[in-house]
């Protein structure tokens, strides 16, 4: 092997003009493969909730009762409208964001690293489960991860060229991650950041952008999302005194958020060790191990696209995380996704600075492997979803028209079965077992049907146990989807 062709990075040595297609058609499959495979969920059945309502109503509602941006209810309203609201077209306006993730991802990293590095990211992104999961879910979170990008592109596109087109684009691009979610706020904090150490270090001026300039935009950007972030302030008030569902995070939170990001455990020590690699080779006064390692010294200005991505990946899990122990826990891994492409930039630049040509196809190999082995699981990257839908379709054969139906008091259960319920006509009597009083309403009944969640023992099982206690348990005894049992019962009074 000549020393031309040792300094291919894996990149280069499957790059041609087909490359990026290739991965945009992987991308497209793995997002829409199995897409309407697995029921609706709660939270989905919120999105549609909101999505559902007259436009002025959608606005008072989710300004009133949701924490999130009225933003992506608006998209999922008009596309209802046209769509309809099945499974596959409530989630393909997140699958088609998540695709244009993969796109974005490997145009940043081509302005902010290279071609090679933004391969190689926009691959591993096309194959990861935490991105395709949130692809097949009616939910804003893959919007959020296409503005996080999209933003972070056009502010580097402003800083290669000072147009008005690209101050345009960057303010409406920042403005649309403002009203996408609220971690699309600490994507902005790290832009800041990075802009202001940017700024700082040339002096206050970057060919022709000083730091009033750039504080101006910021202005910009800042009143166009007044109003949310008004609506946003009484929310963060209400939840200061209500307090919020999820729990403090701990150090464990932090090790999850970085599996997600790989798709694995087992291996990601070898995903954050490639990160670290990639943050290594940006700073130009590197530690031994580094110069051995990494294929040549880095350019003295190598630092600032690393810092950048650096920051990227650590704002939306550090500002939360600590805003989480000092007041109210807001730290929630799925919204972490908005510095997954930093992220896997980082992994990349990694492993296209490896010295040997070797080596950084073979572990480009095995970030490759890892990323595919759990899409190849039963059930795809919905494996432990809750089937309610194989459990309504039994019932809708199966019980009899007089059969009672009765639901675990919780409200994950409630929400999916009664839509489906609706979808496939059911005229049956459902009750929910929250009381005493419900065992002398069900007495009046031959049959009664009991539906409870396996993984809420707390919620579900004692209703189950009164149930078992007074009727008289009939074929067939049990009934079971993933995560979901159905019981049949007979009155034996």
């Not at 008030?237 to 798709?263: C, D, M, R």
């Not at 530690?287 to 991505?309: E, F, Q, S, W, Y």
């Not at 805003?323 to 990694?350: D, H, N």
Request: net charge positive; charged share 15%; aromatic share 12%.
């Amino acid at each position: 092997m000549t020393a031309a062709n040792d300094q291919k990075t894996p990149a280069s040595i499957f790059d041609s003009s087909l490359t990026l297609p290739a991965i945009l058609l992987l991308a497209a499959i793995l997002r829409l493969l199995y897409i309407g495979h697995h029921s609706f969920w709660l939270d989905e059945l919120f999105s549609l909730k909101f999505a559902s309502y007259r436009f002025a109503d959608l606005l008072r509602e989710v300004g009133s009762f949701d924490n999130h941006p009225p933003t992506y209810y608006l998209l999922l309203h008009f596309w209802i409208r046209i769509f309809g609201d099945s499974e596959i077209s409530l989630r393909m306006p997140s699958a088609i964001f998540s695709f244009l993730s993969v796109y974005f991802t490997f145009k940043a990293g081509e302005l902010l690293f290279d071609r090679q590095v933004a391969l190689v990211a926009a691959l591993l992104l096309a194959l990861s489960g935490f991105s395709i999961f949130y692809a097949q879910e009616a939910r804003m979170y893959s919007l959020l991860a296409f503005a996080s990008v999209l933003s972070v592109y056009f502010l580097l596109k402003f800083l290669h060229q000072q147009t008005r087109r690209s101050l345009f684009n960057l303010i409406w691009s920042s403005t649309l991650l403002v009203y996408t979610h609220l971690y699309g706020l600490f994507i902005i904090i790290a832009e800041n950041i990075y802009m202001l150490a940017l700024l700082y270090g040339a002096g206050n001026r970057i060919s022709g952008l000083s730091l009033k300039k750039w504080l101006t935009v910021q202005g910009v950007i800042v009143l166009l999302s007044l109003p949310w972030l008004g609506l946003l302030g009484n929310r963060v008030l209400n939840i200061g005194k209500e307090g919020f569902w999820t729990q403090a995070p701990t150090v464990g939170s932090v090790i999850e958020t970085f599996a997600a990001f790989s798709g694995t455990h087992g291996a990601l020590a070898f995903w954050v060790a490639m990160m670290l690699l990639g943050a290594l080779y940006g700073f130009p006064d590197r530690t031994g191990i580094g110069l051995k390692v990494l294929r040549a010294r880095a350019k003295r200005n190598d630092g600032g696209p690393v810092l950048l991505a650096l920051l990227l990946v650590l704002s939306p899990i550090v500002l939360p995380y600590i805003i989480s122990i000092i007041t109210t826990p807001i730290y929630i891994i799925r919204c972490t996704i908005a510095g997954q492409f930093a992220f896997l930039l980082l992994v990349a630049k990694g492993v296209t600075s490896l010295r040997w040509a070797g080596l950084r196809a073979l572990v480009l190999g095995v970030l490759v492997a890892v990323s595919v082995a759990p899409l190849l699981k039963d059930g795809y990257v919905h494996h432990n979803a809750t089937n309610f839908r194989k459990i309504v379709g039994y019932l809708a054969s199966n019980a009899g028209s007089n059969d009672k139906i009765v639901l675990c008091n919780y409200s994950h259960l409630i929400w999916p079965f009664n839509f489906y319920a609706k979808k496939l006509g059911i005229k049956n009597d459902i009750g929910v077992f929250d009381t005493t009083s419900t065992i002398a309403e069900l007495l009046k009944k031959q049959k009664v049907w009991y539906v409870g969640l396996t993984q809420r023992k707390q919620q579900c099982e004692p209703a189950l146990q009164t149930l078992t206690d007074t009727y008289t348990r009939v074929s067939p005894e049990e009934l079971s989807a993933t995560n979901i049992r159905l019981y049949a019962f007979g009155n034996n009074r």
